[in-house]
């Protein structure tokens, strides 16, 4: 990629120093600024009050031709929100526990420099962003951006039963740890939703999620259909009945969505064998659920409290994506 005019030739990176390297990162990147011909970068560190956002318009408001986010899943949602509708060239330099967007994206995980490079030797292309609107008990309402998953119920505690220390050691492996604490206690509540048709579906459940793509660590298919750049959400409905109910979802996430999908005999199988009760998919631009009480939240990973009404949509084609040259982008 070019820089484009004279006003607009400089990088940003926006980081969260807790969870990379910030000295090799900004050495690699004025090292490669300079190499290719860009202005010196500029950095912006997150923060406690900032997560990403605010620091990511000042970028944007001081003329960065290419922002790049280093940091966790949560530094990368920060920085999605605030880049959303830019179309300035967005680069993942992934440094977090579980990388979820890089990952769907197909990035290289250990090689940050790889990824700075790209902006200026590869290419963009537009991938999609969702966003959350969250009502609270009090019925205030704040929308909030996401670009892996919006989570109610068992979901949401498991992201917030995970300990911080074991993230730190034993990486995405941690919640399953956040799982098994949270599986004892879990109980399911009420919720009514409707997708596009405008039609009302009653379900007691455990879980909804809303995602944007569906590729989780160690080659799990949570969301088997889901595509990065269709402008379409992909809804499970979790609804187990009993230690059986949660066998089931487990092997249709990791053997038939993970395993049989991947070949036309496992295929073949899934198209013999009857519908999964335990967890539906369902499909839609835009989803509104509301609970009977109040209900935790996550997205891509971050704690959001507890609602009890939540709009989701996507936004297509909301994000320009720097991908290294000749990265595959078939299976977006």
Avoid at 197 to 226: E, T, Y
Avoid at 240 to 259: A, C, H, M, Q
């Amino acid at each position: 990629m070019s820089a484009s005019g004279r006003e607009r030739t400089h990088a940003a990176l926006v980081l969260n120093p807790i969870k990379v390297d910030a000295k090799r990162l900004r050495s690699a990147l004025l090292s490669l600024s300079k190499k290719h011909g860009w202005a010196p970068p500029r950095f912006y560190e997150t923060s406690v009050d900032d997560p990403g956002q605010q620091v990511t318009r000042t970028a944007l408001d001081e003329g960065a031709a290419a922002v790049l986010a280093a940091g966790g899943d949560g530094t990368v949602r920060a920085v999605s929100e605030a880049m959303a509708g830019t179309d300035v060239p967005f680069a993942i330099v992934p440094g977090g526990t579980g990388n979820l967007f890089a990952r769907n994206l197909g990035l290289p995980l250990l090689d940050p420099e790889k990824m700075m490079d790209a902006v200026f030797t590869g290419f963009t292309h537009p991938v999609d962003i969702g966003w959350a609107t969250l009502t609270r008990e009090d019925r205030s309402e704040s929308e909030h951006g996401f670009v892996v998953l919006a989570g109610m119920g068992l979901d949401a505690d498991m992201i917030a039963n995970t300990r911080s220390d074991l993230k730190k050691t034993v990486g995405w492996v941690a919640y399953l740890d956040g799982a098994a604490r949270s599986l004892p206690g879990a109980k399911p509540f009420r919720v009514v939703y409707q997708l596009d048709d405008g039609r009302l579906h009653s379900a007691k459940v455990h879980s909804m999620l809303f995602a944007n793509c569906g590729a989780l660590p160690a080659g799990i298919a949570l969301m088997p259909d889901a595509s990065l750049d269709d402008g379409t959400m992909d809804i499970a409905v979790i609804q187990p009945t009993g230690p059986l109910g949660w066998l089931g979802i487990w092997r249709k996430v990791w053997w038939d969505n993970s395993v049989l999908r991947r070949s036309r005999a496992g295929r073949r199988v899934l198209e013999r064998r009857g519908r999964n009760s335990s967890i539906r998919y369902l499909r839609g631009s835009t989803a509104e659920a509301a609970m009977v009480s109040p209900t935790s939240i996550e997205l891509d990973g971050d704690e959001l409290g507890t609602a009890v009404r939540m709009s989701c949509r996507i936004q297509q084609g909301g994000l320009s994506i720097v991908l290294p040259a000749g990265h595959d982008v078939s299976r977006f």
